[in-house]
Every structure is written in C-alpha cells, then in structure tokens.
C-alpha cells in the first residue's frame, strides 16, 4: 500500500493553536509556563511531536512575537526529546512576515504550512458564548467571515527557501481540501520540498473539506495517486470529529494529531483538561487497534528530519 508506515503511529499534539479563545476553556494553555507544561505533558503521554503557537499573556489572543516562543521552546526542549513544530500559520490577522518571525529565530526541525489561501471562518462559534473574558475575542472571530487566510504560491515558495533551504526544516503541510494535495504536487514538480513528504490532512473547518468519513478515503486515494510512496500522511478534525477521524485515520495506515488546538474537548460535552488527557485517548484506541506509538526517534526517522541538536532554542 502507498506510503505504508509499518506498525508505527505517529502521534502530533497541537497545544494551544489561534482557533480557541480564553473564555472557551478554562483549560486552554495561555501563557508561556502552562504552553510548557502541557507541552511536557503531552509528550509523556506519547506525542512525538509538538505543534506549537503562541498566545500574547496578558489576554490570550495570538501572538507572533519570537520572544514569547522562547519563553517555553527552550524549556520543552530541555525537558522531553519530542520534535518541536512551530507553526507558519500563525494567526489569520498576521502577515506572512510575521508568521515566520519566530520561527526563522529558532530554525526548528519541522513547521506547519497550510498549502493554500482559504475561507478560514470561525464566526459561527461567536454564537456559543454569552459572555467573554476579554474584548478581542469576539471582533476577532467576527472578523473571519470577511476575512481570507493567505498562502499563496509565492508565499509557500518563499516560505520553503527561507526554512526548507535556509534551515533545514521540514513540514507538516495541512491540507484543508483536495485542492491543497494538487498544490503540494505542483510545488515538488517545480522542485520545492524534499520527500518523503507529511501531510495532514484537515476535516471539518468551515471553508475546508467537510467531516464526512467518506472524505478521508478519497483524500488518502488523491495522495496516492499524487504522492505514490513518497508521503507520510496524518488526519486532525475539528471539535467533535476529532476522535472519530483520527481512529479511522489508523485503521488506514495514518498518523494522528490532536490537542486543544483542534477539539477542546474529551467526550460530548466534556471539556478536556488538558492536551495529556487528549494524547492519553487516542494512545490507548491506536493501541486497542494493534499499533505501536512512534516515539520521536522514530518520527524523526519516518519523516526524515534533521535531529534537535540543529534547532536554534
């Protein structure tokens, strides 16, 4: 089968993203010690990887600023041997220049890059909330339905030379639509990237591919016949799909990803606790289902990565 991985399951943890806002959970990770801590956390848990934003302290909303990254890069590194993933993405009121600030200053081993622009719209989840913690909160997911998430081909180009060429680093390319896996080709025909190739593949944000499990047999079919064997794969769906898809994303030979970032919560209903308890989930289903969890020397084996003694934190 293309891009078989053995019996190897990768398993990516997303701390704290640019999605969730403070009043939504009490649990979300804000400042730089609880993004540490439960980053920490996570990989004791069994994440491999670490998908990592950052949040301004003082009120949550996201924040490029490389100093803040820095708070918690160095001390999660110091404490676990999981591949740190800092995101290009960022938060979808930065600019491309700012999205790439921090993590041009701490030239990790891998980052996030969505691979194309996009309806990002998070305006629907206004309506869940009565009160809120603080006054960005709502302008700013109001503001996605008028807004656009940009990663054009001359931003994904300049991004790959800047880290890819410049560093060394390797990507996570989320892929929000079946439109986003014929990009990605586009770019290795032109010489961009090197295989093997990680996708992740995303299902259930509004402007992107719904959660229809169909969906996750016809991305992975597209794949193959784009990618053949040069490709690792992996699934995250948003909020209530999260776990669902990522069993199913398994029992297909795929990697997983989850966290606060994608879900807040634990079951219907239940508000997760912490990033841990979400890792600890989907850790014991893989494991029910026959697999073994990849620990990071794996991953950094699967995915070709270039080792942690190369990063800059």
């Known amino acids: 089968m293309a891009a078989a991985q053995g019996n190897k399951v990768i398993i990516t943890c997303a701390v704290t993203g640019s999605i969730h806002t403070p009043t939504m959970s009490e649990y979300l990770p804000i400042t730089p010690s609880e993004i540490a801590e439960q980053?920490?956390?996570?990989?004791?848990?069994?994440?491999?990887?670490?998908?990592?934003?950052?949040?301004?302290?003082?009120?949550?909303?996201?924040?490029?600023?490389?100093?803040?990254?820095?708070?918690?890069?160095?001390?999660?590194?110091q404490s676990t041997d999981a591949v740190v993933n800092i995101t290009t993405g960022g938060g979808i009121t930065m600019t491309v220049e700012e999205r790439l600030a921090a993590p041009l200053q701490a030239s990790p081993e891998m980052c996030s890059l969505n691979?194309?622009?996009?309806?990002f719209a998070l305006h629907p989840l206004v309506g869940r909330y009565k009160t809120w913690k603080h006054e960005w909160e709502v302008?700013?997911?109001?503001?996605?339905?008028?807004?656009?998430?940009?990663?054009?081909?001359?931003?994904?180009?300049?991004?790959?030379?800047?880290?890819?060429e410049g560093h060394g680093t390797k990507f996570e390319h989320e892929c929000y639509d079946v439109g986003h896996l014929y990009n990605l080709a586009h770019c290795l025909d032109a010489g961009l990237f090197k295989p093997p190739v990680f996708l992740q593949i995303i299902f259930g944000v509004l402007g992107g591919i719904g959660a229809d499990p169909e969906n996750v047999n016809f991305m992975k079919q597209t794949a193959d016949k784009l990618f053949g064997n040069d490709y690792r794969w992996?699934?995250?769906?948003?909020?209530?799909?999260?776990?669902?898809?990522?069993?199913?994303?398994?029992?297909?030979?795929?990697?997983?990803?989850?966290?606060?970032?994608?879900?807040?919560f634990i079951s219907r209903g239940k508000l997760a606790t912490s990033n841990a308890e979400?890792?600890?989930?989907?850790?014991?289903?893989?494991?029910?289902?026959?697999?073994?969890?990849?620990?990071p020397k794996e991953a950094r084996a699967l995915l070709d990565l270039k080792g942690a003694d190369l990063v800059k934190f």
Not at 115 to 119: A, F, H, K, T, V
Request: aromatic share 6%; glycine share 10%.
């Open 115 to 119: 691979m194309g622009s996009m309806n």
């Open 278 to 295: 979400q890792v600890a989930k989907i850790r014991r289903i893989v494991e029910e289902l026959g697999y073994e969890i990849a620990t």
């Open 39 to 77: 980053s920490i956390a996570a990989a004791e848990a069994g994440a491999s990887i670490l998908h990592l934003h950052a949040r301004d302290p003082k009120d949550g909303r996201p924040t490029p600023d490389p100093k803040v990254f820095m708070e918690f890069l160095p001390r999660i590194k």
């Open 234 to 264: 992996s699934v995250l769906a948003a909020g209530r799909h999260q776990i669902p898809f990522c069993t199913q994303a398994a029992m297909l030979g795929g990697n997983v990803r989850v966290g606060l970032e994608d879900s807040l």
């Open 139 to 164: 302008p700013y997911l109001q503001g996605t339905k008028g807004g656009i998430f940009r990663n054009t081909f001359d931003d994904i180009e300049k991004i790959y030379k800047l880290l890819g």
